[in-house]
């Protein structure tokens, strides 16, 4: 590894890929990185992106581009598919290079336990890539809470109402799905689309350490699909984790108005970190006047690189975000889908059609009251009449049931027309 210049390859091209080599790209120009290889059976065939460095070579997968890079890159980015997540982390621990990985690292409870020993094995730990927690703004409030400045932390709350038309539900073979190629996929807005903040809700909740992740002990949660897809777009869920924390979250796509907030409340105070127009973490004391933090715009891409480049270098002396982190979320999810039993449809009634950048999606009617209601107050979201019984609280140890569960649901999910033949890596 050289001490300065760090060599990368890039699994993929397109999607989520194409943010990483315009990411690299940038860092490269700073002279703290030189992109060395890329891989993709689409852009292989002669269809080379124009976000491509010029004169890239271009492998026709990931596996010839590790043989062909053997001792000349320092580290290696998956940014593709959930479902090949597994497989890729292992080839890219076992030809000796460093990894960076895409969130989620995968969405299936036993393939994280696989991925976990394979990872044990490793030399340097995996960077998972979720946004935010690069921030030195996030560790430093982080400390604050654990350092008791506010008092006991009791509530963590999440509100993400993130519009999504029909597009996003077709960009690729697997998005709103529950199974793909028979493997748990489980996508959804709180497992991928907004698997950021569920993570740094559970950030939040640790108490040991600044780095750290509570878990989610039981749960109760609320899916339902307002787009014909099998996977929910919206979910309500509520949890207690295992240091006392109550957790509540309310997630949706199936709205027509953005809004991103997390909420920590404390004895001595109510934190709100705002995702809007003008980030920025409002710390309101108890009678006491109001604190302040704003958060500055930054390409997380790039500083999650940075971060991890620092981290390989010596720099620093973690990722901000483990392999072994991510089991709060990916458990959290799980958890989600056992709770409720079933994705219930949203009634036609219920809806109405948004048009966003000239295309349309499907909003629930009274969404963000809903959401707000369920938040405060505990009162449980009602769309659709089909459900028998409320959801119920679960525990881990009904893990073992998922898989089965999952391909119940699957079969009574509404499946839109999907794309179809080769698709570029990357589509994420």
């Known amino acids: ?52 460095k010029p004169g890239l070579k271009i492998h026709p997968d990931h596996r010839a581009m590790l043989t ?3 001792g000349n890159a320092d580290y290696v980015v998956i940014p593709t598919p959930i479902h090949l997540h597994g497989e890729m982390h292992r ?57 008791g400045e506010f008092g006991a932390l009791r509530e963590v709350e999440f509100l993400g109402m993130w519009p999504r038309t029909r597009s996003y539900f077709e960009r690729n073979s697997w998005a709103g799905r529950l199974l793909f190629e028979n493997r748990l996929i489980l996508d959804s807005c709180l497992g991928n689309g907004m698997a950021h903040h569920a993570n740094n809700c559970l950030f939040w909740s640790g108490r040991k350490g600044v780095w750290s992740w509570d878990h989610a002990e039981t749960v109760r949660a609320h899916l339902y699909r307002a787009n ?29 108005v953005s809004r991103t907030e997390e909420v920590i409340r404390c004895d001595g105070a109510t934190i709100r970190i705002n995702y809007g127009l003008e980030p920025g973490i409002s710390i309101q004391p108890n009678g006491a006047n109001a604190e302040t933090i704003p958060l500055l715009e930054k390409n997380s ?17 973690r990722p901000c975000t483990l392999l072994e982190d991510c089991r709060a979320m990916v ?45 405060h107050c505990g009162v449980d979201p009602d769309f659709s009449s089909e459900r028998s019984a409320p959801p119920r609280w679960v525990t ?33």
């Open 91 to 147: 080839d890219v621990l076992a030809a000796g290079f460093a990894c960076y990985l895409e969130k989620p690292p995968t969405l299936d409870p036993s393939e994280l336990v696989e991925m976990a020993k394979v990872e044990a094995q490793a030399r340097r730990s995996s960077f998972v890539g979720f946004s935010h927690l690069f921030r030195p703004e996030y560790a430093a409030l982080k400390e604050r809470i654990q350092d």
């Open 301 to 317: 891409y790039v500083e999650n690189h940075r971060w991890f480049m620092d981290y390989l270098k010596g720099k620093r002396e």
């Open 228 to 256: 014909r897809i099998e996977a929910p777009d919206t979910i309500f869920l509520e949890a207690g984790c295992s240091t006392g924390v109550r957790l509540r979250m309310a997630l949706t796509h199936a709205c027509s």
């Open 331 to 375: 458990l959290l999810n799980s958890l989600a889908f056992l709770s409720a039993g079933s994705v219930m449809p949203v009634e036609n009634a219920a809806t109405a059609v948004f048009t966003r950048n000239g295309r349309e999606g499907i909003s629930i009617v009274g969404i963000e009251r809903a959401a707000q209601e369920f938040l």
């Open 1 to 52: 590894m050289t001490p300065d210049r760090l060599r990368v390859a890039v699994i993929g091209t397109n999607g989520c890929a194409e943010s990483h080599h315009r990411a690299l790209a940038v860092l490269e120009a700073e002279g703290l990185c030189e992109v060395v290889a890329t891989c993709d059976p689409w852009a292989h065939r002669g269809l080379q992106p124009a976000h491509i």
């Open 68 to 70: 062909a890079i053997a």
């Open 396 to 428: 881990e140890d009904e893990l073992p049931a998922l898989p089965a569960l999952v391909r119940s649901m699957a079969k009574d999910g509404r499946v839109l027309h999907r794309p179809s033949g080769l698709l570029p890596l990357g589509t994420h």
